[in-house]
């Protein structure tokens, strides 16, 4: 009778670890809020706006420096992606592209915290438009 009841404290305690572990591991992942994005970049004009020119030259930039977390649609499930402590909106919803140009080219260029600045390895603005450009196509 006693071997039973040691048995099942045992028992209970195996599955509350599991839960306190799963606790911890969903507490891990944190959301970046909204993001504070200078006026100077919101009222940016995207002088390459509909230049199909620019489709591929986008794509390649992509999936080069950007897929590897965001993933190949842009849905925030790279290869990368469970390693990081923020979560990434999807590039396709419907909240994400119904921001400006600017407020894009901000996200992607200048970045905050896990979301890395691209301006020296993007140097090119016809570069980074492409890559705002290709984003939209995501959809
Ligand atoms: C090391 C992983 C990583 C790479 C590489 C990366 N990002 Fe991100 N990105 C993030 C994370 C994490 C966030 C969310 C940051 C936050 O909310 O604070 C983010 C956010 C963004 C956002 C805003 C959407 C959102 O989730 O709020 C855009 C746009 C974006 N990234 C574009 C890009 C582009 C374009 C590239 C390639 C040039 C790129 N990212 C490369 C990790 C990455």
Known sequence: MKNRRNLLTFFLMVVMCGFLYSFIAIQDKKDGGPWDIPEKYKNMENTYKGDASLNKVGKILYLKHCRSCHGSK????????????????????????????????????????????????????EDRWALVNYMRTLK
């Open 74 to 125: 842009g849905e925030g499930d790279g290869a990368k992606a469970a390693s990081l402590k923020t979560n990434m909106r999807s590039l396709k919803d419907a909240e994400f592209q119904a921001q400006p140009d600017g407020v894009i080219y901000y996200q992607s260029i200048i970045g905050r915290d896990e979301m890395p600045n691209y301006e020296s390895k993007i140097p090119d603005e």
